[in-house]
């Protein structure tokens, strides 16, 4: 009997050995299997957040594109701006020089005509300055 009891605790011990032994294989492959997903899942999160990442960099280039072709656009628009008032300027400028020469010619002749009339220098000097700086209008009865 003792035999019998002896053989039936080894056989109880050596089931609950396999069923521990099962327990435990089972648990590792659940474990695995877990571990396996979760990396799965981490690797698709992964992927999908570089792919987010990489869609998200390209918009911030695209945008980052559109600023520099806007500001491009604002430098061409100003530097066309500058370059015409600077033509503006120098157009004023050479209309001005053109006057101011055109009354010099016009002086002289006064002072070639008034030598010629007998009128002296001062009477020639006295009319260029008139026709130049308007001085007859202000001494209206002084002849000069």
């Not at 690797?43 to 980052?64: D, S, T, W």
């Not at 007998?118 to 209008?137: C, I, Y």
């Amino acid at each position: 009997q003792q035999n019998e009891i002896k053989e039936s605790y080894e056989n109880n011990l050596r089931k609950q050995k396999e069923e521990f032994a099962r327990q435990h294989d089972q648990d590792m492959k659940n474990l695995q299997t877990n571990m396996k997903l979760a990396m799965e899942e981490k690797e698709r999160l992964i992927k999908e957040g570089f792919e987010e990442h990489a869609n998200l960099m390209q918009e911030e280039l695209r945008e980052a594109k559109e600023d520099i072709a806007e500001k491009e656009r604002n430098q061409k628009e100003l530097q066309e701006k500058m370059k015409k008032e600077m033509d503006e300027k120098i157009s004023k400028m050479k209309e001005e020089d053109k006057e101011r020469t055109k009354r010099m010619e016009e002086m002289q002749a006064k002072v070639e005509e008034g030598n010629r009339g007998g009128g002296g220098l001062f009477s020639a000097l006295g009319s260029a300055l008139d026709s130049v700086l308007g001085v007859g209008r202000l001494l209206k009865g002084f002849k000069i």
